[in-house]
Structure formats: C-alpha cells, structure tokens
C-alpha cells in the first residue's frame, strides 16, 4: 500500500482545480445561493479523482525498456530505444523521464506520448558522449494518466543499467569501408600515385593493354615468346606502431573532445586499415614514463586487444618525457617500424626541446610526427578587431598559426614526416599519411 502511494502523483490540473474551488468558497461569502452548488462540484471532483486513482492502480498496467546497445561508441550518436507497452483497458497518455548518466549533463529529458489500450510503442533518442568510460542510468521513470488526467501513477524501470563508452569504432568501420573499397571515394580521401617498384613481388602474368611496361620480365617473355610482366603488391607484414603522448598537452579540449580522444579513435580507425592490409599493429603510451605497450602483431583478433588497451588510457597532467620514449623504443623495437606519434607541440621552443629525440628516432624507423592545429585561433584571425586589444590578440594568433608552420619546417628539414591537422580531419589525414608512405615504399 506505501508503495503504491508513493507511485501517485497529482496533476498540475488536480491543483488549479483546488485553487479554484478555494476562490469559488470565498466568493460564496457575498453570493450564498451558491454555496451548496459549490458542495457538488467538490464531491464530484473527488469522485473523479477517486475514480481514475483506481483505475490506473487497479492492475499493473504499464510494462517498459530501456535497451541500449552492448557498448556506445565514443564522440558518435548512440540510439537509446525505449519500449513500452500498455496493459490498460482504455487510451492512456505517458510522460517519459529518463534519468540520464551525469557525465551528459542533461537534466532536462522529457517525452510526451500517446498510447492506445493493450498497444505497444517505441521511440529512440541519441546520445553524443565525449569522454570514455562506464556510463551508468538512472531510473527510467514513466508517469501515466487518462481521462481528466487530475492524477498519474509513476512506474520506474531499468534503475542503475550502465553501459561502457569505447573509443570510436563507428568511425573506425566507416573508415575501414571507405578506405578498401576503391569504387567509393569521399572528401579528403587520397589517391597516391605509386612511385616505382619498393613492393612485394607476387607474380608473373601475361601483358595486358594497362601494364606498366617498366614490370616487363624479358626472360619470362623469351621462354614463353609472349609478353609477360612481373605483379606486385604492397609489402605486407611491416610494424606499424601507434605512439600516443598522453601528457597534459593533450588536455585540450575541440568541440568538447580532448585531444587525447581524437589521437585514440584515429589510432584504432588507423590500426583496422593496416590490419586489413595485412601490416603487423602495436601501441605505445607514454608521458613521463612508459604507460602501455602492446608489441606489434598481424592477427585479426589483436584489434580488439588494441581497442581494449585504448578504452583505459587517460592522460596524465605531466610532461612528457620523449628522452624515455627513444629509449624505451630502442630497447622494445628492434626492426625498422613506423612510428605514428600524436602529440602537440604549441611553442617552437618546445618542438626544439624534443627534436634531438625525434632524429634519434627517425634514424631506425619511419618517424611521422602527428600534431594539431589550433582551430580557435583559426576564427581568430578570421575575426573583424574593433579595437587594440583584439588587433593585439589576432596579431598573437598569427604568431601561434606561423609557429606550427614552423615546426612542420623544422621537422621536414631534418627528414621527418609530419602531419598537421585540425582535430576534426585527424583520422582522414592519418589514415592518409599510411596510405601515402605505402605507395611510395617509404618504410
């Protein structure tokens, strides 16, 4: 019995009624005649009300569900589908709380629905989160009314259901599909012309009107007194490593996703396609000290080691050691490897600090050096001054913009690969980046 009186609820209209019962009383006071009238409508009303309170508590006349997938993905929209299904003998109307998880901040969900009797519905909404982690559900509140909806009765579903947010591989398949299906071509996606032979041989074939006539094998041509040509393929089997500084650096925040987060979805959309082109995939985290290391491998199943590894990292508000990072990399990675690194220099000063470390490791492997640029000073610049102080600041953000130039300058100078990128067009660039250094046989 508690338990159901705690589960009912009055209606805005159940109160305006009772206010206006109230005035009519005190109106009664200079018009008698109306009194007993008054009485009616008051024993009427709690009829009424009396009567909808037993009907909606006369059976257990709702049923709900909040399904949510197995995991969200991080920085997309996620379906949240909600289903409800009425055991009530009349058409009822349903306001629908969920209680979502705090990291969101949303306090204000609210859905309105009309139900017909012993029907059952369903509505979905999205959810972007924007950091990783366990994401845990409060009730899912249903408040139920009908008739005069002078009152409602509460049921409360799914309390405490949690679900765990991973690094982004919605991203990650939609890049996979785009990226190895050469019939579908989208914005920023390269085609890199190969340049010469640095690939693996697989075979000897026939000519045909297309072939590269510098592939022409004349000994096989002689013997077979047709013309014939060698085919390669891309080198399989290389290390591919993605290093990831995780030091306050990479603290930053675009969009409301830190740096960090667009490093971790672009390394697992990037280790899916090296995996697909039958590259070797490691991973490497570090601020101060070594964090993570995952040696590289070419099954299929280390991808999900990978994303495992992935959805734990957190940055670290430290600076980071890349005197450690060489090595560590020394001692660990013996063949010639290429080292996706994403970090974030924003002074000049600070990419020299490092840069003694950085030819260190570019002399072993195929280094590519991985940092952003700042898309708030962007609109900056873009911005119209109106004043000294914002000539002051746009003159500033100039001087950061060039610096970046700078630094990817400095590091081509000295044979290094860079890729400078907006946050937004990370995974695209990277992914580009792989492609580019596959063609031309770089590694």
């Given at each position: 019995?508690?338990?159901?009186i705690?589960?009912?609820y009055f209606?805005?209209r159940?109160?305006?009624?009772?206010f206006?019962?109230?005035a009519?009383?005190l109106?009664?006071?200079?018009?008698?005649?109306?009194?007993p009238y008054?009485w009616?409508?008051?024993i009427?009303?709690?009829?009424?009300?009396?009567?909808?309170?037993v009907?909606?508590?006369?059976?257990n006349?709702?049923?709900?569900?909040?399904?949510?997938?197995?995991?969200?993905?991080n920085?997309?929209?996620?379906?949240v589908?909600?289903?409800?299904?009425?055991?009530?003998?009349?058409?009822?109307?349903?306001?629908v709380?969920?209680?979502?998880p705090?990291q969101f901040q949303?306090r204000?969900?609210l859905?309105?629905?009309s139900?017909?009797?012993k029907?059952?519905t369903s509505f979905?909404y999205l959810?972007r989160?924007?950091?990783?982690g366990?994401y845990?559900?409060?009730?899912?509140?249903?408040?139920v009314?009908?008739?005069l909806?002078?009152?409602?009765?509460?049921?409360?579903?799914?309390?405490?259901?949690?679900?765990?947010?991973?690094?982004s591989?919605i991203?990650?398949?939609k890049y996979d599909?785009?990226a190895m299906?050469?019939?579908?071509?989208?914005?920023?996606l390269?085609?890199?012309?190969?340049?010469g032979h640095t690939?693996?041989?697989?075979?000897?074939k026939?000519?045909?009107l297309?072939d590269d006539?510098?592939?022409?094998?004349?000994?096989a041509?002689?013997?077979h007194?047709d013309l014939?040509?060698?085919?390669y393929?891309?080198e399989?089997?290389?290390?591919?490593y993605?290093?990831i500084?995780?030091?306050?650096?990479?603290?930053m925040?675009f969009e409301g996703?830190k740096l960090?987060d667009?490093?971790?979805?672009?390394s697992?959309?990037?280790?899916n396609?090296?995996?697909?082109?039958n590259?070797?995939v490691g991973?490497?985290?570090f601020?101060?000290?070594i964090q993570k290391?995952?040696?590289s491998?070419?099954k299929?199943t280390h991808l999900?080691t990978?994303?495992e590894?992935l959805?734990?990292?957190?940055?670290?508000?430290?600076d980071?050691?890349?005197?450690?990072?060489?090595?560590?990399?020394?001692?660990?990675?013996?063949?010639?490897?290429?080292l996706?690194?994403?970090?974030?220099?924003e002074?000049?000063?600070?990419?020299r600090r490092?840069l003694?470390?950085?030819?260190a490791?570019?002399?072993?492997?195929l280094?590519?050096v991985?940092?952003?640029?700042?898309?708030?000073l962007?609109?900056?610049i873009e911005?119209e001054?109106e004043n000294?102080?914002?000539?002051t600041?746009q003159?500033v953000?100039?001087?950061?913009?060039n610096d970046?130039?700078?630094?990817?300058n400095?590091?081509?100078?000295?044979?290094?690969?860079?890729?400078l990128?907006?946050?937004?067009?990370?995974?695209i660039?990277t992914i580009?980046?792989?492609l580019?250094v596959k063609s031309?046989g770089l590694?």
């Open positions: 019995m508690i338990k159901l705690k589960s009912l209606s805005e159940f109160f305006y009624a009772l206006g019962f109230a009519l009383f109106l009664s006071y200079w018009a008698k005649p109306i009194y008054i009616l409508m008051v009427a009303f709690v009829v009424i009300v009396f009567a909808e309170i009907a909606l508590f006369k059976t006349g709702l049923s709900g569900d909040r399904v949510l997938a197995e995991k969200f993905s920085s997309d929209e996620n379906e589908i909600i289903n409800l299904a009425s055991k009530y003998s009349f058409n009822t109307e349903i306001e709380i969920d209680e979502i705090i949303k204000d969900f859905k309105k629905i139900i017909s009797a029907e059952e979905t959810l989160p924007v950091e990783r366990v845990t559900f409060g009730s899912l509140n249903c408040y009314k009908f008739g909806k002078l009152t409602k009765r509460r049921f409360k579903f799914n309390k405490d259901q949690s679900v765990k947010v991973y690094p591989f991203q990650m398949k599909f785009l299906d050469r019939r579908v071509t989208m914005t920023g390269k085609k890199v012309r190969r340049i690939m693996e041989f697989e075979q000897i026939e000519y045909v297309g006539i510098r592939t022409i094998n004349w000994k041509t002689a013997k007194r014939m040509v060698n085919q393929q891309d399989k089997s290389q290390p591919i993605s290093i500084d995780t030091s306050r650096v990479m603290k925040p996703l960090l667009y490093a971790i979805n672009s697992l959309a990037f280790s396609i090296a995996l697909k082109k590259d070797k991973l490497l985290t601020s101060n000290t290391y995952l040696a491998s070419s299929k999900q990978i994303l590894s959805y734990s990292i957190d940055t670290k508000f430290l980071s050691d890349f005197g450690t990072l060489y090595a560590y990399t020394k001692r660990k990675i013996t063949h010639r490897s290429m996706m690194l994403y970090t974030n220099f002074h000049i000063s600070s990419l490092q003694p470390y950085l030819k490791l570019n002399r072993n492997h280094l590519v991985v940092f952003f640029k700042n898309t708030e962007e609109d900056l911005k001054t000294v102080f914002e000539i600041e003159t953000a100039r001087q950061f913009k970046k130039q700078i630094m990817v400095e590091l081509q100078r000295h044979g290094i690969q860079t890729v990128t907006t946050p937004k067009n990370l995974t660039n580009n980046k792989y580019e031309r590694l």
